[in-house]
């Protein structure tokens, strides 16, 4: 029976690749692409398993085992980056993941098309600004005499260098996160709502709904399984967290709350050149994040029936 089902398989394939052969060939260059810079890279992983030297290469370099995770998961550092990662992303995952929910829906609701598409363009913009022009804003806007300190000196706070103060900097990448990616990511929320019937808006407003009850009752569960697989994906990159940002942001006064485990692996692995070492800090991360992308792709499955597979 194995055999059969594999032989119609087969006979399927067949058919379908003669039937779409051009869009099989277009698919080339895209599997070239995960082949070459995702999936070949991963045989570097064994590096951390290994103490590497570039001389002896990967292959020649002494195998041993664990020994770098075990200094890793003892090291002074494990618990402060472990910490830091963890609150930085649920913070990002609390307050910057719905806001560009909210947006799309704030945006949906204007009758004013010509306003819209302003709102659509004033927040889009920030996205397409180079990394380093928007860490060099947000330190001069948090710098003494920058914009948000004169702000604040108005309703009585003090002037000061606020990217010095170690307890200020995750609120300061959270709202800096918010700013630069609300516009850009309400776009796929957008779409989905444009996928809304919008007969379903003209039936509840006949029978007397306000539009607060239409978007709690029409807007809200029509762009729930996009909801849902944005929330997965959120969550495979959970301790993820943006490394350039952090390094541009960041200085040694400030590492006891901002130093992550990607700004970690930067400095041991390219400044101090504990390539093994950094190297099992990553692999780590990254068995994390499949975890918590597995877990969470389950409970989406279990309690909206939206999941990535």
């Known amino acids: 029976m194995r055999k059969t089902a594999e032989a119609s398989f087969s ?3 067949k058919r379908d690749f003669l039937l ?13 692409y995960y082949f070459i810079f995702h999936y070949a890279p991963m045989y570097g992983a064994i590096i951390a398993f290994k103490e590497y030297t570039p001389i002896k290469g990967i292959l020649g370099s002494p ?24 609150l930085i992303s649920l913070y990002t995952l609390c307050f910057e993941f719905p806001a560009p929910i909210i947006l799309a829906i704030l945006i949906n609701e204007l009758a004013n098309k010509r306003f819209q598409r302003f709102v659509q363009t004033v927040t ?8 380093v022009v928007i860490a060099g804003m947000i330190k001069d806007f948090t710098n003494n005499g920058g914009v948000v300190n004169t702000l604040l000196t ?51 407003k006949m029978d007397g709904a306000s539009r607060l009850k239409s978007i709690w009752h029409i807007t809200l569960p029509g762009i729930l399984p996009t909801i849902s697989i944005m929330f997965i ?3 495979g990159n959970l301790l993820n967290v943006g490394f350039e940002k952090i390094i541009l942001l ?4 400030t590492y006891d709350t901002a130093d992550v485990i990607s700004s970690f692996v930067y400095r041991k692995g390219l400044l101090e050149f504990g390539w093994s070492y950094s190297a099992a800090v990553g692999l780590f991360n990254s068995v994390i994040n499949l975890a918590l992308l597995i877990t969470a792709n389950k409970i989406s499955k279990r309690v909206s029936e939206n999941s990535l597979w």
């Open 11 to 13: 006979v399927r394939f």
């Open 20 to 32: 779409n052969k051009y869009l099989y060939l277009m698919m080339v260059p895209v599997l070239a």
């Open 63 to 86: 195998w041993i085992g664990f020994q770098n995770f075990h200094d890793f998961f003892t090291s002074y550092y494990f618990w402060r980056i472990l910490k830091n990662t963890v």
């Open 124 to 131: 889009y913009m920030p996205y397409f600004i180079s990394l």
């Open 154 to 204: 108005y309703f009585g706070a003090n002037d000061t260098a606020m990217l010095q103060k170690p307890e200020l900097f995750r609120t300061i990448y959270v709202l800096s996160e918010i700013w630069q990616k609300i516009g850009w990511e309400s776009i796929i929320y957008l779409a989905a709502l444009m996928g809304i019937d919008q007969e379903q808006y003209e039936a509840a």
């Open 233 to 235: 994906l959120r969550m």
């Open 250 to 253: 960041y200085n040694p006064s």
